[in-house]
């Protein structure tokens, strides 16, 4: 069993950023695929990005990108959302979430393959 935790969510004026992290428990961090996703209130939970196990691919939905980063330290095992140029639209829970079979599936944007999920951390982005 995978406990994730994530942290740094908060208030934050449009236009500005925000770091999240999510640190796994477990001594097989570097195999997962990681993911973030997001749930807006009355909204379904979406994809936002994903980090292959070494860090070397990366993929993010369209509205984030060029804004959100997505990296990884494995030896820490956490992995980070940089959320930069932040919009109110951006207010939502976040989410990180571990896929312990990521050599099964290409479809890193299904939120029904990740084995594992963390309790979330708000952002909320003020106008």
């Known amino acids: 069993q995978v406990q994730l935790v994530e942290s740094g969510g908060g208030l934050v004026q449009a236009g500005g950023s925000l770091r999240l992290s999510c640190t796994a428990s477990?001594?097989?961090?570097?195999?997962?695929?990681m993911g973030w996703f997001r749930q807006a209130p009355g909204k379904e939970r979406e994809f936002v990005a994903a980090i292959s196990g070494s860090g070397g691919r990366t993929y993010y939905v369209d509205f984030v990108k060029g804004r959100f980063t997505i990296s990884r330290d494995n030896a820490k095992n956490t992995v980070y959302l940089q959320m930069n140029s932040l919009k109110p639209e951006d207010t939502a829970v976040y989410y990180c979430?571990?896929?312990?079979?990521?050599?099964?599936?290409?479809?890193?944007?299904?939120?029904?393959?990740?084995?594992?999920w963390g309790q979330g951390t708000q952002v909320t982005v003020s106008s």
């Open positions: 477990g001594r097989t961090f570097s195999m997962y695929r």
């Open positions: 979430a571990a896929d312990r079979n990521p050599n099964s599936s290409d479809r890193y944007y299904y939120r029904g393959l990740y084995n594992y």
